[in-house]
């Protein structure tokens, strides 16, 4: 069965700081991995997805996520945070071509100036 | 339109009743989902269809809650005698292209509370 881990409930970075938001995940075949978004009150917003290619994937925003096969990880990144980027973020799995993803718990990331 | 969008935005109800939840995929998009999320926690699949058919339907808590897209477009999310376990964020998805597409959007959500 697929799984997403995200270890940090809670990521606090400085405005202008770069920042880090860790995902692990387990699938048995390949992975198709995603980052969301989510503000208060409001759905989720896609940001940059992982399929094959280029191990660094660039999205919406600045972000960017790093994609590490033997270690079964797909970190979110950004250079210099802002105080716009205060969310939480899901990190999410879809394995091959099943069509469901399995999201994990979240992260809240707080940008303080 | 051009996102998904949820209706209603909010729904209260007693335990017991009956609620549906609808939801209107971006227009051309073939793959529509459920999931639910409950407070803390992040989106759990409950249903995904393909079309007017329900293509996996293995995130369905119980026999109570049910799904149609007669249409191949719109969807309902129907669930019946609710409990007041089922109080969560409602959040709809869809996406395009062979195989349901590879990135799926979401709308706003219904956020619904048993009381």
């Known amino acids: 069965a697929q799984s997403v881990a995200q270890p940090e409930d809670q990521v606090n970075v400085a405005e202008g700081n770069p920042l880090t938001v860790k995902c692990t995940y387990s699938?048995?075949?390949?992975?198709?991995l995603f980052w969301y978004v989510q503000y208060p009150n409001r759905g989720l917003q896609f940001l940059l997805k992982?399929?094959?290619?280029?191990?660094l994937v660039k999205g919406s925003y600045g972000f960017e996520a790093e994609f590490n096969k033997s270690q079964t990880s797909f970190h979110l990144k950004k250079p210099s945070a802002l105080v716009s980027d205060s969310a939480l973020y899901f990190c999410?799995?879809?394995?091959?071509?099943?069509?469901?993803?399995?999201f994990g718990a979240g992260t809240i990331l707080r940008v303080k100036s | 339109g051009a996102g998904v969008s949820q209706t209603p935005s909010n729904k209260v109800t007693e335990k017991g009743k009956y609620v549906e939840l609808r939801c209107d995929p971006i227009?051309?998009?073939?793959?529509l989902y459920w999931y639910r999320q409950s407070l803390g926690q992040g989106p759990e699949f409950l249903i995904y269809?393909?079309?007017?058919?329900?293509?996996?339907d293995s995130g369905l808590p119980n026999d109570r809650f049910f799904a149609v897209r007669p249409e191949g477009s719109v969807s309902t999310l129907k669930i019946q005698r609710t409990e007041r376990g089922d109080s969560a964020v409602y959040l709809c998805?869809?996406?395009?292209?062979?195989?349901?597409?590879?990135?799926?959007?979401f709308g706003p959500g219904t956020r619904l509370t048993v009381l």
């Open positions: 227009s051309g998009h073939t793959a």
């Open positions: 998805a869809s996406s395009s292209g062979l195989a349901g597409g590879l990135t799926q959007y």
């Open positions: 269809f393909q079309g007017t058919g329900a293509a996996d």
């Open positions: 992982y399929i094959t290619g280029d191990n």
């Open positions: 699938v048995s075949g390949n992975p198709y």
């Open positions: 999410a799995v879809r394995e091959g071509y099943g069509n469901k993803l399995v």
